[in-house]
């Protein structure tokens, strides 16, 4: 309990170098203590399509 598991699906524009999006994200999350884990997947069917998925604490949690 006290976790939140957050989906965001991107669609970037063609001609974006995904893997600096992906890389500055990493690192975004790096320096944030409240996320857990950091996940993105590829969808085969759609090349600039890619959900991300984010495990953080939950609010209450973090100002406890």
């Keep these: 309990m006290g976790e939140?598991?957050?989906l965001c699906l991107?669609?970037?524009k063609e001609g974006v170098v995904v893997?600096?999006?992906l890389k500055?994200?990493?690192d975004l999350v790096a320096q944030?203590?409240?996320v857990k884990s950091f996940?993105?997947?590829t969808l085969?069917?759609?090349p600039f399509c890619f959900p991300f998925v984010m495990l953080t604490l939950h609010a209450e949690v973090?100002?406890?």
Excluded: A, I, Q, R
């Design 4 to 6: 939140v598991k957050h």
């Design 10 to 12: 991107v669609k970037f």
């Design 19 to 21: 893997e600096d999006v």
């Design 24 to 26: 500055g994200m990493t």
């Design 32 to 34: 944030m203590d409240m």
């Design 39 to 41: 996940e993105w997947y």
């Design 44 to 46: 085969m069917s759609c």
């Design 62 to 64: 973090v100002t406890n």
